[in-house]
């Protein structure tokens, strides 16, 4: 099974110092039949203007992932964690039984462009954590899928509590690649940029996928394209 929600059928708000793009219920923004895909909850794709940003505030029972597409980010939190988060690098902050963040826009002077995930945890009342790691060094690794995210599972990864994986990749145009998975599990894609098909299917910028019960993705780039593909229970 898969559905296709097209780039202009998400929800889109412009508050002025921020635009934002959510794919599922949240916020101001409710519909009782977009709540989720499996274990994840919110992905919203959001440009904050220079100087910008969420001012401190709790979570709780989240795994929050955030990849900057464009400019960076500056976090901080009552752990005492710090950082920039630039293009090309993915964050994760577990929430676990609390944890109090802020999220600015680290340019006075350019937006930025991000990807922000929350997905369920296995478990609650877990320790909080903060990680970031970059996983495009060169800007030139194309033709394949980094995953980026697990549960520990796979080498290299950012762990979240929870049975899933975030994968992202740039293809050149003609490219491929496949991903293999269970008959029980969810998948959902993600067009940053470019055309793809996936399984046959033509996909956009900005488009989604939400896939049920299908083994084998097959992702061919019909032009240069960037990628995010979620492995989800």
């Known amino acids: 099974m898969m559905k296709i929600i097209k780039s202009d059928q998400r929800y889109f708000a412009d508050h002025g110092w921020l635009t934002t793009r959510w794919h599922f219920s949240f916020s101001d923004y409710y519909d009782p039949q977009n709540m989720n895909w499996s274990?994840?909850?919110?992905f919203n794709d959001d440009v904050i203007q220079p100087g910008e940003g969420?001012?401190?505030h709790p979570h709780k029972e989240m795994e929050i992932i955030t990849y900057v597409l464009d400019g960076?980010?500056?976090h901080g939190d009552n752990l005492g964690n710090k950082g920039i988060i630039?293009?090309?690098e993915v964050q994760v902050m577990s929430a676990g039984r609390g944890i109090v963040h802020s999220?600015?826009?680290a340019s006075k002077t350019q937006s930025v462009h991000l990807l922000q995930l929350w997905i369920l945890?296995?478990?609650k009342g877990g320790q909080p954590h903060w990680e970031q790691r970059r996983w495009d060094s060169d800007g030139n690794d194309t033709g394949r899928l980094h995953a980026v995210v697990s549960d520990g599972s796979i080498p290299g990864t950012l762990a979240i509590d929870q049975d899933a994986a975030i994968y992202v990749g740039k293809l050149a145009g003609g490219q491929s690649v496949s991903h293999q998975s269970r008959s029980d599990r969810h998948a959902y894609l993600f067009v940053i940029d470019g055309e793809v098909k996936i399984n046959g299917t033509a996909l956009s910028k900005g488009d989604q996928a939400r896939i049920a019960d299908e083994q084998k993705l097959e992702i061919g780039a019909?032009?240069?394209?960037h990628v995010m593909l979620l492995d989800l229970p």
Do not use: C, H, K, Q
């Open 103 to 105: 999220e600015f826009n």
């Open 121 to 123: 945890p296995r478990s």
């Open 222 to 225: 019909t032009t240069d394209a």
């Open 72 to 74: 960076a980010v500056e």
């Open 54 to 56: 969420f001012p401190r």
């Open 86 to 88: 630039g293009a090309g």
């Open 39 to 42: 274990a994840l909850r919110v």
